[in-house]
Every structure is written in structure tokens, then in C-alpha cells.
């Protein structure tokens, strides 16, 4: 994986479990998006894989789709990206690695 740097040469700030936790919160709780989209972009994920889920996740947003694991699943599919994430085995273990998606806002602003 190619190492992310700031124009100064410096490795960007990274937290790969907090994403994951809220890529989980996303796809657990109805509204949680519509709270993080003017927040966070596809570029504010360090991790390519999580980057990738949150691809998804935005278009289905965008759409005004639900946005659950088996819709993400299914977006995933059709950008040819859902083997490259994990499958769908990996989108499942997002998703029960959060126990609650109520400080869903605070996590973004890290």
C-alpha cells in the first residue's frame, strides 16, 4: 500500500478501526449519512479499501437509497470493487464492530 504524505512530506493522520467504525455506523443507522455527507469524502479515508466502501456508500446517498450492508454489498458489486474491499464477509464485520451509531457526527469531525 502506498504510504500517504501532505505536501510537507509528513504521513497524513491515520485511524483505520475509527473509519471502519464509521463505515459501520453509516450502514447501520438510517440517517447517519445525511449527517457525514457534507463532512466527509471518499479522500478523508486513509485506507484504500475503506475509501472504496465509502465510494459506495456516498452513490446509494446520492441516489437517496437506503444504505444497509446489502444495498453497499450490491453497490460494491456493480463497481467491480466488492472481492477488492473484502467481500461481503468483510462489509458484514464492519458492521458488527459497532455497538451503537450515536456519535456518529463527533467521529467524522476527527
Given at each position: 500500500m502506498p504510504t500517504i504524505t501532505d505536501a510537507a512530506g509528513k504521513l497524513q493522520p491515520q485511524d483505520i478501526e475509527l473509519e471502519e467504525a464509521v463505515l459501520g455506523a453509516l450502514m447501520l443507522e438510517k440517517d447517519a449519512y445525511t449527517i457525514v455527507c457534507d463532512i466527509l469524502v471518499p479522500d478523508s479515508f486513509y485506507e484504500p479499501r475503506n475509501r472504496q466502501i465509502y465510494e459506495a456508500i456516498s452513490q446509494l446517498g446520492l441516489n437517496q437509497r437506503p444504505?444497509?450492508?446489502?444495498?453497499?454489498?450490491?453497490?460494491?458489486r456493480q463497481n467491480n470493487t466488492l472481492e477488492e474491499v473484502g467481500g461481503a464477509l468483510h462489509i458484514t464485520e464492519l458492521t458488527a464492530?459497532?455497538?451503537?451509531?450515536?456519535?456518529?457526527?463527533?467521529?467524522?469531525?476527527?
Open positions: 444504505i444497509d450492508m446489502l444495498t453497499v454489498t450490491e453497490q460494491l464492530r459497532v455497538s451503537s451509531a450515536a456519535h456518529i457526527e463527533y467521529h467524522a469531525r476527527i
